[in-house]
T-cell receptor, first 114, second 109 residues
Framework: EPEVTQTPSHQVTQMGQEVILRCVPI?????FYWYRQILGQKVEFLVS????????KSEIFDDQFSVERPDGSNFTLKIRSTKLEDSAMYFC????????????FGPGTRLTVL | RKEVEQDPGPFNVPEGATVAFNCTYS??????FFWYRQDCRKEPKLLMS???SGNEDGRFTAQLNRASQYISLLIRDSKLSDSATYLC??????????FGAGTRLTVKP
């Protein structure tokens, strides 16, 4: 069964550094998403991406964040100048069709900012 | 009122028990509804979509009441492997999925 993959599984970084989290969505999916989950809290939407551009973003997704689909398979989340409060699990998800269609999540990258 | 509200639990039930989870949502224009399950430190996994007519998948039954803005999940004949956190998820209309904080279930032998 096809699945979303993410690398690395765990990223440790110093405050102020830039990190890039990588995702390979399911191959025939057209919609891509990033979510985060701070330990012990609920899953929160960050951004959705379709046709090589952001289609929606939340108030969390400020200028510190950016997304890119650099080639036909990868989807990345860049966090510039990381802060302690960026420590969380970051999940990538993909879906065949936007709107009401379901989203399939990758295993996540645990980001720890020291 | 929270966007998506769930009883956090925990629910501790014996194997074979029937357990029900409830969820309420605040946005009456919400279009799509789902139940996901999340194991500890793992990704959310789709359990089932929820339709206005109600739907069943094996031991799991989901119901939606749009008038009351209420969603339910019923698990019959609980298994040890059902132990997880169950996430109520609502899509207001765009791409944004709004998650509840989850209801934790532990099924004991």
């Amino acid at each position: 069964e096809p699945e979303v993959t993410q690398t690395p599984s765990h990223q440790v970084t110093q405050m102020g550094q830039e990190v890039i989290l990588r995702c390979v969505p399911i191959s025939n999916h057209l919609y891509f998403y990033w979510y985060r989950q701070i330990l012990g809290q609920k899953v929160e939407f960050l951004v959705s991406f379709y046709n090589n551009e952001i289609s929606e973003k939340s108030e969390i997704f400020d200028d510190q964040f950016s997304v890119e689909r650099p080639d036909g398979s990868n989807f990345t989340l860049k966090i510039r100048s990381t802060k302690l409060e960026d420590s969380a699990m970051y999940f990538c998800a993909s879906g065949e069709v936007g709107g009401t269609d379901t989203q399939y999540f990758g295993p996540g990258t645990r980001l720890t900012v020291l | 009122r929270k966007e998506v509200e769930q009883d956090p639990g925990p629910f501790n039930v014996p194997e074979g028990a029937t357990v029900a989870f409830n969820c309420t949502y605040s946005n009456s224009a919400s279009q799509s509804f789902f139940w996901y399950r999340q194991d500890c430190r793992k990704e959310p996994k789709l359990l089932m979509s929820v339709y206005s007519s109600g739907n069943e998948d094996g031991r799991f039954t989901a119901q939606l009441n749009r008038a009351s803005q209420y969603i339910s999940l019923l698990i019959r004949d609980s298994k040890l492997s059902d132990s997880a956190t169950y996430l109520c998820v609502v899509k207001p209309g765009g791409d944004d999925m709004r998650f509840g904080a989850g209801t934790r279930l532990t099924v004991k032998p």
